[in-house]
T-cell receptor, first 110, second 112 residues
Framework: SQTIHQWPATLVQPVGSPLSLECTVEGTSNPNLYWYRQAAGRGLQLLFYSVGIGQISSEVPQNLSASRPQDRQFILSSKKLLLSDSGFYLC?????????FGPGTRLTVT | GQQLNQSPQSMFIQEGEDVSMNCTSSSIFNTWLWYKQDPGEGPVLLIALYKAGELTSNGRLTAQFGITRKDSFLNISASIPSDVGIYFCAGSYSNTGNQFYFGTGTSLTVIP
């Protein structure tokens, strides 16, 4: 069966520091991968999605970037965090018409 | 990206009551999905719908793909305290599942 992992689960970072969140999927090949941000427990905002290695589509211009170095690995990064980057970050995958989410990373920028 | 209209925004119900919520879009979708999210966790897929008019059940949950393909409905029968959470609808145009568009969520509180 397929599983999706995200780490870390929680993160507290100062403004201006870099960020790296990692997501990996097991038990499937060539999935579509997604990064979402959720503020205040509502409203999923799509940040990036990828249909293959090295292929990244950005939905919202901002100081975040994403990379897909391997088929089942998706990384969300920032060079310098802003206060507004705080939120709950969710990774998701799909291989058909269904989408499945990871457990999320709670990021607090102080 | 497109935002789906989901209603109601929140519901407070007594344990044992039935619940109904719906989601509407200005565009036609090929797939409708319903999720439940518990606090601090990722959304969990409850039901997937692929065809206009389709009615699918998962235990006490029943969802329907609207005939117009622009709406979907979720019903929960005989609610219990563990039904508490936020319910999201999501739709996709794509036949390959590339992009999904989400509703704003319905927050459900069940009073024992």
């Amino acid at each position: 069966s397929q599983t999706i992992h995200q780490w870390p689960a929680t993160l507290v970072q100062p403004v201006g520091s870099p960020l790296s969140l990692e997501c990996t999927v097991e038990g499937t090949s060539n999935p579509n991968l997604y990064w979402y941000r959720q503020a205040a427990g509502r409203g999923l905002q799509l940040l990036f999605y990828s249909v293959g290695i090295g292929q990244i589509s950005s939905e919202v211009p901002q100081n975040l970037s994403a990379s897909r170095p391997q088929d089942r690995q998706f990384i969300l990064s920032s060079k310098k965090l802003l206060l507004s980057d705080s939120g709950f970050y969710l990774c998701a995958w799909s291989v058909s018409l269904e989408q499945y989410f990871g457990p999320g990373t709670r990021l607090t920028v102080t | 990206g497109q935002q789906l209209n989901q209603s109601p925004q929140s519901m407070f119900i007594q344990e044992g009551e039935d619940v109904s919520m719906n989601c509407t879009s200005s565009s036609i979708f090929n797939t409708w999905l319903w999720y439940k999210q518990d606090p601090g966790e990722g959304p969990v897929l409850l039901i997937a719908l692929y065809k206009a008019g389709e009615l699918t059940s998962n235990g006490r949950l029943t969802a329907q793909f609207g005939i117009t393909r622009k709406d979907s409905f979720l019903n929960i029968s005989a609610s219990i305290p563990s039904d508490v959470g936020i319910y999201f609808c999501a739709g996709s145009y794509s036949n390959t599942g590339n992009q999904f568009y989400f509703g704003t969520g319905t927050s459900l509180t069940v009073i024992p």
